[in-house]
């Protein structure tokens, strides 16, 4: 196996738990092709683990261990996928409710986790896989791959999945993530298909705490559903009773149904995809709610805010869930100024003592950065904001500590006074 020093500097972050080296960081490895492993020592030829190479990426090498009694390959595959299932069966199906296992439909068989069968089994980096999604929806596994340096080894990472979670069938997303200027791109072989046992059915019908929702994993974004924002939802149930409710850039109206569910007396659903407004309706009729007591509108959301404004018309709760304002880092600055006229818009539509739910989904917007949006928003509109939530990614959502570009989620509920 090839080898390459890292860098004194980096050794200590490596083996706290940071999975990314650079390009600009190491020295370049001779005779290394995209897919290789790399035996990566310390500046005194020292074993510190083996990592994974990317030859066309900014990150050119993930780390896969530091540990010296472990070897890339399919037994290291199982062992993560088997340690990542006991993980979420704790951190989903109630490590204290027996029950919840008992009511969890044999049928999908070690990844039945109770109210849920929709989730995420393998969260890349902070499951020791760096680069690999999966997702489950009611037994299917939906794949997808940060690197296509984890394309040689694609046939043994599908057969670990296979023997440790049994599942109806995999599905292959294909391959995303940041290439260098001038890479080629992956070749047909990265092209979604199916790559284990059935076919997904499309839609299939997935349960979130109980709730019904239709997902389309071949076609839908990132793997179907935006997982991450499962509690979250469950959170906005609860505090929807009695309220009237506007979900901005409400996809397939996942934050929406929550809503009508939790007894929300109408719902309002603003996404600019006449097919996305389409499949909150499906969910809607899915769950043999009422489509006439609640409104589905296609359009701009800060278009449908003036609107708003311009009618006087106010909401118990007001989401906002807009797609990354800040896809790289470049664009923060223009993000922060984006997602500050959206709280400020948005905090104006919201009734006195009313909830303000705001969200973004950019690792490159901080915490800290999110919440100045949110002061300034308030201080422009003279609204003061009292905090209730505070959240980021779910259980099933890991990262180290030493690695904050895994942190990306933000999700605040708030009392517009």
């Not at 990592?51 to 530091?66: E, K, N, Q």
């Not at 509109?381 to 895994?406: I, M, Q, T, Y």
Request: aromatic fraction near 6%; charge should be positive.
């Amino acid at each position: 196996m090839p080898a390459v020093s890292v860098p004194e500097r980096l050794v200590g972050h490596l083996l706290a738990g940071h999975p990314w080296l650079y390009a600009d960081a190491v020295p370049t490895i001779p005779g290394v092709a995209t897919g290789d492993f790399v035996a990566l020592e310390t500046p005194r030829r020292r074993p510190l683990g083996v990592a994974l190479y990317d030859g066309a990426s900014p990150i050119a090498l993930r780390v896969l261990s530091t540990r010296g009694d472990e070897h890339p390959g399919p037994a290291l595959w199982r062992r993560r996928i088997a340690d990542a299932l006991a993980l979420r069966r704790l951190a989903l199906a109630g490590a204290d409710d027996p029950g919840a296992r008992r009511r969890a439909d044999p049928s999908q068989g070690p990844l039945a986790l109770g109210e849920t069968d929709a989730y995420r089994l393998i969260h890349g980096e902070g499951d020791r896989l760096p680069g690999v999604v999966v997702d489950v929806y009611a037994g299917h596994l939906a794949l997808k791959l940060d690197t296509p340096a984890w394309m040689p080894h694609l046939q043994g990472l599908v057969a670990a999945l296979e023997e440790v979670a049994a599942p109806r069938g995999i599905y292959f997303k294909g391959v995303a993530g940041q290439r260098r200027a001038g890479a080629p791109a992956p070749g047909p072989e990265a092209a979604p298909r199916v790559l284990s046992g059935a076919a997904p059915p499309d839609p299939v019908i997935v349960r979130e705490h109980g709730m019904a929702l239709q997902v389309s994993i071949q076609s839908g974004q990132k793997t179907g559903l935006f997982l991450d924002q499962r509690e979250n939802r469950a959170l906005i149930r609860r505090w929807a009773r009695g309220r009237e409710v506007l979900n901005l850039f409400s996809y397939t109206g996942g934050f929406s149904l929550a809503a009508a569910l939790g007894g929300a007396t109408r719902v309002t659903s603003v996404d600019t995809a006449a097919g996305a407004i389409a499949g909150a309706r499906a969910n809607f009729a899915l769950s043999g709610l009422d489509l006439d007591e609640h409104e589905f509108v296609v359009g701009d959301a800060f278009a449908y805010l003036e609107r708003c404004a311009a009618e006087e018309r106010v909401f118990d709760l007001v989401i906002a869930d807009p797609p990354s304002f800040a896809p790289r880092r470049q664009a923060v600055t223009k993000a922060l100024r984006a997602y500050t006229r959206l709280h400020a818009q948005a905090l104006a539509q919201v009734r006195p003592g009313g909830l303000f739910a705001a969200s973004s989904c950019s690792s490159h917007i901080t915490m800290d950065a999110f919440l100045g949006t949110l002061r300034e928003a308030a201080a422009r509109v003279r609204r003061p904001l009292r905090l209730l939530e505070v959240r980021g990614e779910p259980a099933d959502h890991p990262s180290f500590l030493h690695f904050p570009e895994g942190r990306y989620l933000k999700f605040v509920l708030m009392i517009a006074d």
